[in-house]
């Protein structure tokens, strides 16, 4: 089994690290500080813990989930780090980096995304929950990518399965931001859990969110009609009732958000297509004031 690199020591990067761990696979992470790191890793069938000190280079398979603002850096203090043959697998909320990282690799260097359901939290700096079971799906995003297919999927599937593969993962990537677009900010906005947004007073909200969503997606080239998002949205803050967005927490811990990944480039592709969205842009002028720089 190939050696795996995780970046960072955020809670879905952990929870990968523990699942690949337990599928036998050799794992190291990459962090900021080279001091060594332990973690304990709890689920509702399993409990352990794990050292990790200094990785070993070059990478040759790469997985980064990190906020998409932090994507370009992290990648950009990789790329000394990466073996000719890479594979570098992208997993955040929100649009927008996967134009901003391809032009950085070389010619055999395969870039991947993972869109991800799966909950975690950390309730502390040493402690990862796995909070939710999930699911995950996987896309090749350049030629180079299919070099190293079967090894990338099968991780893939240890690490944050059940996987399914899509030729185009766009179309999945679009519907998440759907999702994201309306229940992230909304939550950060009124401090509330996801669901909080099924009462009937947000429902006015929601749905003109969704039919300016609807025509901007449709202008791009993707093929949603305003009640299959109503529904995915509905379904999704149904099934994490209890849970916070991550954009509702960020604000709580004054972190940056990812409002420029998700509403910010919803508004890019807008203007991009000439349409306006006034629910979008007032959402985003109300959060850009309260939001961390």
Known sequence: MPLWTVVGQGAIGLLATARLHQA?????LHRRSSAPFDFIFQSADDAFSLSFHTPLTPY?????PVKAYAVVDAVQQLLPLLAE?????????????????LPLLKPKQGLWFLSTSHGAFKANQTTVIHSGKGQSVLGALNQAAFAQQQSVEEAMQAALGPLVVEGDIKPSLWLKLAVNAVINPLT???QCKNGELSRSHYTSAITLLIEEFVRVANAAGQDFSVETIQNRVKQVIEQTAENYSSMQQDFVKG??????YITGFLLRQAEQHQLQLPAHQALYQLLLQKSPR
Do not use: D, K, W
């Open 188 to 190: 950060a906005l009124h």
């Open 24 to 28: 036998g696979y050799p794992v190291q």
């Open 85 to 101: 043959n890479a594979q570098l697998v992208l997993s955040h909320n929100g649009m927008g980096t996967i134009e901003q990282v």
């Open 255 to 260: 972190r940056r958000t990812e409002l420029e």
């Open 60 to 64: 040759s398979f790469i997985l980064l």
